[in-house]
């Protein structure tokens, strides 16, 4: 009874731990401006093939700019614009959870991080990342589990992996990492006046 009583209280104090961490990693990007050159790949269970994206990532609060060769996404909070800039044409949502996390894993973390067991992988130890898992509590949740790296030094995210429910893995690698940027917030609100003849599809 001891030893089982031992073990539970070890548990309950690395969960404690593994919660520790993501909240100082979610204060991190709630207090600073950042940016980050990022790696995509989307990986669909009925596809050998994946999907890949790189470019460069800022992000305030829960306001983003993901910047590629194909497209910038604009989200300011509630609206996004996607611009594709080979055809000078931008789409405008309102994009649900799953939506938005497919161009932005990350602001999924602070609404997942209250409503998931939180605790470190047992399969991975690394000298200079945590390795986080986010399993939601809520059987019929999109996602199935969230893995988060996290450097033990700065806070920083270093990758981030969504499983949703379907299978689909969604995989993003942080690299460049910069924060503490004077970023205002009209930054993150796409203007359609900036681009001569576009044509706009307001899907809200």
Do not use: C, W
Request: a positive charge.
């Amino acid at each position: 009874m001891i030893a089982i009583a031992a073990i539970i209280s070890v548990n309950a104090q690395s969960n404690s731990n593994a919660v520790k961490v993501v909240d100082n990693m979610l204060q991190l990007l709630k207090n600073n401006a950042i940016k980050t050159n990022f790696e995509m790949e989307v990986k669909e269970p009925s596809s050998a093939q994946s999907h890949r994206m790189k470019g460069n990532f800022t992000m305030k609060e829960n306001k983003f700019i993901l910047n590629t060769a194909e497209m910038n996404v604009y989200f300011d909070g509630k609206t996004q614009s996607a611009y594709m800039t080979s055809v000078n044409e931008v789409s405008i949502t309102n994009p649900t959870e799953k939506e938005l996390a497919e161009t932005n894993p990350m602001a999924i973390i602070s609404s997942y991080k209250r409503k998931s067991a939180i605790k470190f992988a047992k399969s991975s130890i690394s000298k200079s990342f945590h390795v986080i898992e986010l399993i939601p509590k809520d059987k019929n949740s999109s996602f199935k589990k969230i893995v988060l790296n996290v450097n033990k030094t700065n806070n920083y995210p270093l990758f981030i992996e969504l499983i949703d429910k379907s299978g689909m893995i969604t995989d993003l690698t942080l690299t460049q990492f910069k924060s503490g940027l004077n970023i205002s917030d009209n930054t993150f609100i796409f203007n359609p006046k900036k681009y001569k003849d576009i044509e706009i599809n307001d899907l809200r």
